[in-house]
C-alpha cells in the first residue's frame, strides 16, 4: 500500500473517530483510539516510539517520541490543542527527517471540522 492510500485510510479512521466522541479529550484518548481504530483495519502501529537524535555520531537521549508510526511508513503526530502553533509545523518534519521517512500527518483533533486540522506533510528526501 502506497504513503498516499495508507494516509487516506488514516485520514477516514480519524474523522470516524471524531465523528464519534467529539473534541474536547486529552491528545492521548485520541493517539489510543486512532491506534485501536487502526490496528482494527489491520495496519501495524506503534506508539509512543522513541526518536532517536544522533548529533556527531552519538545517540542523544533527548526524549522526542512519535505518537504513531503505521506501517513504519507514515508518522501520525495527535494533537488536541485549541490551535496548531508553529513549532508543531517545524517539528514534525524534523521527526521525517530523522527517521528518513516521506509521509507524515499532524493532526488536531480539537477542531470542528476536523478536516480543517489534517495537515499532511512531505519529506522531500
Do not use: C, W
Not at 512519535?66 to 508543531?88: G, T
Amino acid at each position: 500500500m502506497t504513503e498516499n492510500e495508507l494516509s487516506y485510510k488514516i485520514i477516514g479512521a480519524a474523522i470516524e473517530i471524531h465523528k464519534e466522541i467529539g473534541s474536547g479529550l486529552l491528545e492521548s484518548a485520541y493517539e489510543n483510539a486512532l491506534a485501536y481504530e487502526l490496528r482494527q483495519i489491520g495496519f501495524i502501529v506503534g506508539q509512543q516510539l522513541p526518536m532517536p537524535f544522533i548529533y556527531k555520531e552519538v545517540k542523544q537521549d533527548v526524549g522526542y517520541r512519535i505518537d504513531l508510526l503505521v506501517n513504519k511508513k507514515i508518522i501520525v503526530e495527535v494533537k488536541s490543542v485549541e490551535n496548531l502553533v508553529p513549532v508543531h509545523f517545524t517539528r514534525t518534519p524534523t521527526y521525517l527527517r530523522l527517521s528518513n521517512l516521506k509521509l507524515a500527518l499532524l493532526i488536531n483533533f480539537n477542531s470542528k471540522p476536523l478536516k480543517d486540522s489534517i495537515h499532511r506533510i512531505v519529506n522531500n528526501l
